[in-house]
Structure formats: C-alpha cells, structure tokens
C-alpha cells in the first residue's frame, strides 16, 4: 500500500514537472497581448490535459486510446514525438534568438521587417514549433481531450498569426508583400511564387 501511495505521488510530480518544461516554450513567445495570452492559454491547457493523463492516473492508458499509435507503429511514434519536440524547440528558439538580436535590439528605436535567420524559410517559426511541439504529442500519447484540444490550438495560433500579419502588412506595406511572397507561414516555401 505504502509503494501504490508513493509511485502515485511520483506520477504527480512528473505531472507538474512535464507541464513546468513544455510551458517553458511560452518564455520564448511574446505573451504580453491580450490576444497572445488566449492562444497560450490552450497550449498550457494542452500540456497540463496531456500531463495528467498519462502521469497523472497510475495504469492509465488514456481516456480514449492511450499509446494509440504503439499498435500501428510500435516505439516509431515515441521518436516522432522526440524528434517533433527537437524541431519544434529550435524553430522557437532560432524565431526568438532572431527577434531579440534583429528587432528587440535597444540599439534602433525604428521598427523594421526581420527577413533574417529563419525568418527567411518561414513568417511564424516561433508558432509553428509549438504546433509541432504539441502534434509530437498526439504521436506518443492520444486522448479524446488532446486531439479535441489540438484543433483549437492551431486554429488559435493560425488567428493570432493572421492578425500579427494584418499589422505587419499596414506597416511595412510594399516590404511586406514582397517578403510573403517568398515565406510560407508555418513551412518552408520551396517553389518561389513569381512576382
């Protein structure tokens, strides 16, 4: 009884510990908008749903599926979650690294269009890898919560990413539509569109 007592309350330290890690990605998102903080209320709505259902309840094997892939795949969907996580992670790492150096810099006041770093391959790493981040997810663990969960969150992410565009376009107007002509949104534009 005293071994149930304890490895449950190990699963609900790897639950706060798996939500502490994965809401870590919003440090490198700007949140300070009311419109970004919904968006990041469902991706932490997300990872906490996601947290608790696989440690949260001993022996659980989800509410719906559990391990759904593991069936179809075997561990294949465990490394593409590892690998979602790893690409996601550096595309919102590499979008705030350019950010912070290009436009946060103290140094120039102005406000420009960073075309630079990856924000030459595409216009929203920074929101792209955390939809990737969070379709990793479904690949090793699959609820009814999370796949309900995970259309919402690209849709509020795809909105947030729209309205940001809107804005760019009124300020850097002939820049801007030339710059999207050669990014895709979320993925890499391999065939330029011709002018």
Request: hydrophobic letters at 50%.
């Amino acid at each position: 009884m005293e071994n149930d007592v304890m490895l449950h309350s190990l699963s609900w330290v790897t639950v706060v510990l798996w939500i502490i890690l994965f809401a870590s990605f919003l440090l490198f998102l700007p949140v300070k908008q009311k419109v970004q903080r919904k968006p990041a209320g469902v991706y932490l709505l997300f990872i906490s749903i996601y947290a608790i259902e696989i440690f949260g309840f001993p022996s659980s094997e989800g509410f719906l599926w559990g391990h759904t892939l593991y069936p179809f795949f075997g561990r294949v969907g465990h490394f593409i979650f590892l690998l979602c996580v790893y690409i996601g992670g550096m595309l919102i790492v590499a979008g705030w690294a350019t950010i912070r150096r290009s436009y946060w810099s103290p140094d120039d006041s102005t406000g420009f269009l960073v075309s630079t770093g990856i924000y030459r391959f595409i216009r929203h790493p920074q929101y792209a890898g955390l939809l990737l981040v969070s379709l990793g997810m479904l690949f090793e663990w699959m609820s009814l919560t999370a796949l309900a969960l995970f259309p919402v969150l690209c849709i509020q992410y795809t909105c947030l990413a729209l309205q940001e565009e809107v804005t760019l376009e009124k300020e850097f107007l002939a820049q801007w539509h030339s710059y999207r002509k050669v990014t895709g949104m979320f993925f890499p534009v391999f065939v330029r569109r011709s002018k």
